[in-house]
């Protein structure tokens, strides 16, 4: 082979495929980072695409409908319901909460809060409700079909009595699975469905009761859902209603799971990110061993162009195996997590192939491999045969252009495919610039130590010296263990930041300003009973007394909400029925912060007060207009304050509070809190129910045990996706260690040559990640508990709460365990023989 000559695809390939061995000695590493962040990615989004895509299947099923219109507290005119009777085929649907209450065993509680559900005769329009002993049959005024958690709760059985209102039903079957269950939103409680005459004999629906109607409609030949829903809203536009399609069933479901298969995809993606630094640590770990193989290849005659094709095929191989392994994984596992989440999904979807998700998570591990194996490949191909001998003692050479310019294009891809696929690109790019300023900072801080290592004064100790020494020689791996290190110390913190934060939300804090007990559809007639019959049953009970109506915002400074090509992402009480309320004084739990309140007095035109936040996102202030649709009338109101909503009291919390002359004469009922000792609250429940039958009464500790639930299921999620994160980052300390491996081994042969012990040689390099770790925990404790603020107080809401001694310990064990892994990875070197060795360099 001359100077000119190169060898062709062909002969490298036979080149790189005899000295690729068959079990990948060297190349493990490569395989297990890809095989790591391709198998996360892949697995979260087929399990996002296969929730999503059942959602989307499912929509005339979990809707009930091919459209649907909603309203509450009232029901749809006889010009209003033919209007949508000309549509379709039209279902009716009345749903409230209100209490169960059976016979009363020894170990059932006398009544539980349920969700009533009102069906027509055309109920259901698509799909079936499956029952548990039989088909479903139309129901008589007197039947009723039950949940199973009220059967279990209140000690029912079929052919039981339940008592609703004024009502009692016969327990006709138990549901085992109503169709539209996801389309109907979130439930306080157990369902019971029953015919329209018998929710009617209840007498719940008294005026101003809580309520929603719906109507689903199956939609005649030829009338497409978006069409039809354009025209009744042009036809009704200030009539409050609520619209829903077949497309979007469950936009709430759907929105959640969407967001978080994107927030999940991204921690996968940066745990991928930082297995890209084990992929670079493990390349450069096999071109170190094969040292002797590229010199040889070079003297020869090898370009570096050769090397390049050789080794590039190699490393290409095992990473297009470790992709397509990822893959297949990522393919399989989502039926066991489904099979282990079945009770918390919405939906049960099916095993299906994904090919989306898929191709994306492979791009992703192609790209990454690209990018970090790039490096250490140029930095072989560069040497010359010479300085490919005493790598063990050189400097490694600076990467070319050409080298930097193919990493810096894999890079801009791998963003452009994150920011193009991302639901919203801000929050991506928020995520990956972080995990970039990470990794940056610690690169930094690698450097710095390794600066500073080279000009500190030489210890007195040997084993302090030696340990300080490791730090700046040739070849050391200082920066990529300050990487591995800082990023699993960062971790621990922020995970244990997060989950005691989590936990403080509902053991500390929610608990000491929740009441007891909420009760709904109090007669607003009734007031001064209601007051006198709870402080008969508890004379030290604390009540908030509030009116309650449902009301939607149709147009603010100006403009419509249905003219708005988009709604704002923060403006949640845009988006479909809220509650409001009226008051002549400022409600409790509330700041003032702008403006003023009006007198008690007040008959002028209609005023509102506005939450500070939701004014601060519309852009609205003093003395602009906002128009609030109730029950089916538009009042306009001028905003004269804006207050400080301190949504964490868990008591009555409004956005729009309005004037009393502007609602009171509308139908409504009254909502109470009721602060009292734990120990009356039965009495209070029984001497309400038994005077107010219509009455709902909610038990806060249940609302804390669901949210306590949902926390530890958001925990749950955080702690398994950072699992894979920290994970990477164990690679990567594994990876630094393997590619210091063959240095570490000269150092450690020649250091019993002249004389030292198995225990001297592992107290330095325990003394090097001991200092390194020291070093870090400083920088670890503030990047983690930074993210970790970020997430509790920015992305959820709640109160910053850290335990922090539990932070602390975890911090140290996180230490302790990085060391010890170091220390492990390092225990193989103490076996090698010096003559042995010796013969061999």
């Given at each position: 082979?001359?100077?000119?000559?190169?060898?062709?695809w062909?002969a490298?390939?036979k080149?790189?495929?005899?000295?690729?061995?068959?079990?990948?000695?060297?190349?493990?590493?490569?395989?297990?980072?890809?095989?790591?962040?391709?198998?996360?990615?892949?697995a979260?989004?087929?399990?996002t695409?296969?929730i999503?895509?059942?959602?989307?299947?499912?929509?005339?099923?979990?809707?009930g409908?091919?459209?649907?219109?909603?309203m509450?507290?009232?029901?749809?005119?006889?010009?209003?319901?033919?209007?949508?009777?000309?549509?379709?085929?039209v279902s009716?649907?009345?749903?409230?909460?209100?209490?169960?209450?059976?016979?009363?065993?020894?170990?059932?509680?006398?009544?539980?809060?349920?969700?009533?559900?009102?069906?027509?005769?055309?109920?259901?329009?698509?799909?079936?409700?499956?029952?548990?002993?039989?088909?479903?049959?139309?129901?008589?005024?007197?039947?009723?079909?039950?949940d199973?958690?009220?059967?279990?709760?209140?000690?029912?059985r079929?052919?039981?009595?339940?008592h609703?209102?004024?009502?009692?039903?016969?327990?006709?079957?138990?549901?085992?699975?109503?169709?539209?269950?996801?389309?109907?939103?979130?439930?306080?409680?157990?369902?019971?469905?029953?015919?329209?005459?018998?929710?009617?004999?209840?007498?719940?629906?008294?005026?101003?009761?809580?309520?929603?109607t719906?109507y689903?409609?199956?939609l005649?030949?030829?009338?497409?859902?978006t069409?039809a829903?354009?025209?009744?809203?042009?036809?009704?536009?200030?009539?409050g209603?609520?619209?829903?399609?077949?497309?979007?069933?469950?936009?709430?479901?759907?929105?959640?799971?969407?967001?978080m298969?994107?927030?999940?995809?991204?921690?996968?993606?940066?745990?991928?990110?930082?297995?890209?630094?084990?992929?670079?640590?493990?390349?450069a770990s096999?071109?170190?061993?094969?040292?002797?193989?590229?010199?040889?290849l070079?003297?020869?005659g090898?370009?570096?162009?050769?090397?390049?094709?050789i080794y590039?095929?190699?490393?290409?191989?095992?990473?297009?195996?470790?992709?397509?392994?990822?893959l297949?994984?990522?393919?399989?596992?989502?039926v066991?997590?489904?099979?282990?989440?079945?009770?918390?999904?919405?939906?049960?979807?099916?095993?299906?192939?994904?090919?989306?998700?898929?191709t994306?998570?492979?791009?992703?591990?192609l790209?990454i491999?690209l990018?970090?194996?790039?490096?250490?490949?140029?930095?072989?191909?560069?040497?010359?045969?010479?300085?490919?001998?005493?790598?063990?003692?050189?400097?490694?050479?600076?990467?070319?252009?050409?080298?930097?310019?193919?990493?810096?294009?894999?890079?801009?891809?791998?963003?452009a495919?994150a920011?193009?696929?991302?639901?919203d690109?801000?929050?991506a790019?928020?995520?990956?610039?972080?995990?970039?300023?990470?990794?940056?900072?610690?690169l930094?801080?690698?450097?710095?130590?390794?600066?500073?290592?080279?000009?500190?004064?030489?210890?007195?100790?040997?084993?302090?010296?030696l340990?300080?020494?490791?730090?700046?020689?040739?070849g050391?791996?200082?920066?990529?263990?300050v990487?591995?290190?800082?990023?699993?110390?960062?971790?621990?913190?922020?995970?244990?930041?997060?989950?005691?934060?989590?936990?403080?939300?509902?053991?500390?804090?929610?608990?000491?300003?929740?009441?007891?007990q909420?009760?709904?559809?109090?007669?607003?007639?009734?007031?001064?009973?209601?007051?006198?019959?709870v402080?008969?049953?508890?004379?030290?009970?604390?009540?908030?007394?509030?009116?309650s109506?449902?009301?939607?915002i149709?147009?603010?400074?100006?403009?419509?909400?249905?003219?708005?090509?988009?709604?704002?992402?923060e403006?949640?009480?845009?988006?479909?029925?809220?509650?409001?309320?009226?008051?002549?004084?400022?409600?409790?739990?509330?700041d003032?912060?702008?403006?003023?309140?009006?007198?008690?007095?007040?008959?002028?035109?209609?005023?509102?007060?506005?939450?500070q936040?939701?004014?601060?996102?519309?852009?609205?202030?003093?003395?602009d207009?906002?128009?609030?649709?109730?029950?089916?009338?538009?009042?306009?109101?001028?905003?004269e304050s804006?207050?400080?909503?301190?949504?964490?009291?868990m008591?009555?919390?409004?956005?729009?509070?309005?004037?009393?002359?502007?609602?009171?004469?509308?139908?409504?009922?009254?909502?109470?809190?009721?602060?009292?000792?734990?120990?009356?609250?039965?009495?209070v429940?029984r001497?309400?129910?038994?005077?107010?039958?219509s009455?709902?009464?909610?038990?806060?500790?249940?609302?804390?045990?669901?949210v306590?639930?949902?926390?530890?299921?958001?925990?749950?999620a955080?702690?398994?996706?950072?699992s894979?994160?920290?994970?990477?980052?164990?690679?990567?300390?594994?990876?630094?260690?393997?590619?210091?491996?063959?240095?570490?081994?000269?150092?450690?042969?020649i250091?019993?040559?002249?004389?030292?012990?198995?225990w001297?040689?592992l107290g330095?390099?325990?003394?090097?990640?001991?200092?390194?770790?020291?070093?870090?925990?400083?920088?670890?404790?503030?990047l983690?508990?930074?993210?970790?603020?970020?997430?509790?107080?920015?992305?959820?809401?709640?109160?910053?709460?850290?335990?922090?001694?539990?932070?602390l310990?975890t911090?140290?064990?996180?230490?302790?365990?990085t060391?010890?892994?170091?220390l492990?990875?390092?225990?193989p070197?103490?076996?090698i023989?010096?003559?042995?060795?010796?013969?061999r360099?």
């Amino acid at each position: 082979m001359t100077d000119t000559q190169t060898l062709g695809w062909a002969a490298s390939w036979k080149i790189a495929r005899r000295d690729l061995h068959a079990g990948f000695r060297g190349l493990r590493l490569l395989f297990v980072c890809l095989l790591l962040g391709v198998t996360t990615l892949a697995a979260i989004g087929s399990l996002t695409a296969s929730i999503t895509g059942e959602l989307s299947a499912r929509g005339r099923t979990l809707l009930g409908g091919d459209i649907e219109v909603a309203m509450t507290q009232r029901q749809a005119s006889t010009t209003e319901h033919a209007a949508l009777a000309a549509l379709g085929q039209v279902s009716d649907t009345i749903r409230t909460r209100a209490m169960a209450r059976g016979p009363v065993p020894s170990g059932a509680p006398g009544a539980v809060l349920t969700e009533i559900k009102g069906v027509d005769a055309a109920y259901p329009l698509y799909g079936r409700l499956t029952l548990a002993h039989g088909p479903y049959r139309q129901l008589a005024s007197d039947q009723v079909l039950i949940d199973r958690s009220l059967a279990d709760r209140l000690l029912l059985r079929t052919g039981g009595t339940l008592h609703y209102g004024e009502a009692d039903f016969r327990i006709v079957d138990v549901i085992a699975a109503e169709p539209d269950r996801v389309g109907e939103g979130f439930t306080l409680g157990p369902v019971a469905i029953v015919s329209m005459d018998g929710l009617q004999r209840t007498k719940l629906l008294q005026p101003g009761a809580l309520y929603e109607t719906k109507y689903r409609i199956r939609l005649k030949p030829g009338i497409e859902p978006t069409g039809a829903m354009e025209a009744l809203k042009a036809r009704y536009p200030s009539a409050g209603w609520e619209y829903k399609h077949r497309d979007r069933a469950a936009p709430g479901a759907a929105r959640f799971f969407e967001r978080m298969g994107q927030f999940l995809s991204l921690i996968g993606l940066a745990a991928l990110v930082i297995a890209g630094i084990g992929v670079s640590n493990g390349v450069a770990s096999y071109l170190a061993l094969k040292r002797d193989g590229i010199a040889t290849l070079k003297i020869l005659g090898a370009t570096s162009g050769d090397i390049a094709r050789i080794y590039l095929m190699q490393i290409g191989v095992v990473a297009f195996l470790a992709v397509v392994v990822g893959l297949l994984l990522g393919a399989i596992l989502p039926v066991a997590l489904i099979t282990l989440a079945r009770d918390i999904l919405p939906v049960q979807p099916g095993v299906g192939f994904y090919p989306i998700p898929l191709t994306v998570s492979a791009a992703y591990g192609l790209l990454i491999a690209l990018a970090f194996a790039l490096p250490p490949l140029a930095r072989a191909r560069m040497q010359p045969a010479a300085a490919q001998f005493r790598g063990n003692v050189d400097d490694t050479p600076r990467l070319d252009r050409r080298t930097m310019v193919m990493v810096a294009v894999a890079a801009l891809l791998v963003v452009a495919l994150a920011l193009g696929t991302a639901r919203d690109p801000l929050f991506a790019g928020v995520v990956l610039g972080s995990v970039a300023g990470v990794l940056l900072l610690l690169l930094g801080i690698g450097s710095a130590i390794r600066w500073l290592a080279i000009r500190m004064p030489r210890p007195r100790g040997p084993l302090l010296r030696l340990a300080l020494a490791n730090l700046h020689r040739p070849g050391a791996q200082t920066v990529a263990l300050v990487i591995a290190l800082g990023l699993a110390l960062t971790l621990f913190v922020t995970l244990a930041a997060i989950q005691t934060s989590l936990n403080a939300e509902i053991t500390r804090t929610v608990p000491q300003k929740a009441p007891n007990q909420f009760v709904l559809d109090i007669p607003s007639e009734s007031r001064g009973q209601f007051v006198q019959i709870v402080h008969r049953a508890a004379p030290e009970a604390q009540l908030n007394i509030v009116p309650s109506l449902r009301g939607t915002i149709v147009a603010y400074g100006g403009q419509r909400v249905a003219d708005l090509k988009e709604i704002p992402r923060e403006a949640w009480f845009l988006r479909g029925e809220r509650g409001v309320t009226y008051s002549d004084v400022l409600p409790q739990g509330s700041d003032l912060t702008a403006g003023k309140w009006w007198p008690r007095d007040y008959a002028g035109p209609p005023l509102v007060s506005l939450d500070q936040a939701a004014a601060d996102i519309l852009k609205l202030k003093i003395g602009d207009t906002i128009t609030v649709s109730v029950l089916g009338r538009e009042i306009e109101a001028r905003i004269e304050s804006l207050r400080k909503v301190n949504w964490d009291t868990m008591g009555f919390n409004y956005v729009l509070v309005f004037s009393p002359n502007a609602l009171e004469a509308a139908p409504h009922s009254l909502t109470s809190t009721i602060t009292i000792a734990a120990a009356h609250e039965g009495a209070v429940a029984r001497a309400l129910l038994a005077a107010f039958p219509s009455a709902s009464i909610i038990a806060v500790s249940e609302v804390i045990g669901q949210v306590r639930t949902l926390l530890d299921q958001m925990a749950t999620a955080i702690v398994l996706s950072a699992s894979v994160a920290i994970l990477a980052g164990i690679a990567v300390l594994i990876g630094a260690i393997a590619a210091s491996r063959q240095t570490r081994s000269y150092d450690s042969v020649i250091l019993k040559t002249l004389g030292a012990t198995r225990w001297q040689i592992l107290g330095a390099q325990g003394l090097e990640y001991a200092l390194l770790a020291a070093l870090l925990a400083t920088v670890a404790f503030v990047l983690g508990t930074g993210a970790a603020w970020y997430v509790i107080v920015e992305i959820f809401k709640f109160t910053w709460a850290p335990d922090w001694w539990v932070v602390l310990g975890t911090l140290a064990g996180g230490a302790v365990l990085t060391l010890g892994i170091g220390l492990l990875g390092s225990l193989p070197l103490l076996s090698i023989r010096p003559a042995q060795a010796l013969r061999r360099m």
